[in-house]
Nanobody, 125 residues
């Protein structure tokens, strides 16, 4: 089991940047699918970005070219660099993890069993 905790959210103006961090603790000695999700008021939760043990990455079309997901394995920390932020990026951001299945690409669906508590990102114009 792995425990996750997000940090780095805040309030910025349109065009600004934030870097979110998700620190993992517990049993991290395995291969995981790691993902960032977000949920805005009145909206469905959506996948934002994901990565795996081999640094495969995927981004939602809405953030492609603006957000970058990365990780520091030595620090057990997942990051989300967010640039050129837009009002529609305003949401609670969550990191999540699930065991990676060998030979199967990570996706936003399936049993993400470890979740952080979320960090708020607010983008104002």
């Amino acid at each position: 089991q792995v425990q996750l905790g997000e940090s780095g959210g805040g309030s910025v103006q349109v065009g600004g940047s934030l870097k979110l961090a998700c620190r993992a603790s517990g049993n991290t000695d395995r291969s995981f699918c790691l993902a960032w999700f977000r949920q805005a008021p009145g909206n469905e939760r959506e996948g934002v970005a994901l990565t795996d043990a081999d640094d495969y990455v995927n981004y939602a079309d809405s953030v492609k070219g603006r957000f970058t997901i990365s990780k520091d394995n030595a620090k057990n920390t997942l990051y989300l660099e967010m640039n050129n932020l837009k009002p529609e990026d305003t949401a609670m951001y969550y990191c999540a993890a699930k065991a990676e299945v060998p030979g199967r690409a990570c996706s936003y669906t399936g049993s993400y069993y470890s979740w952080g508590q979320g960090t708020q990102v607010t983008v104002s114009s």
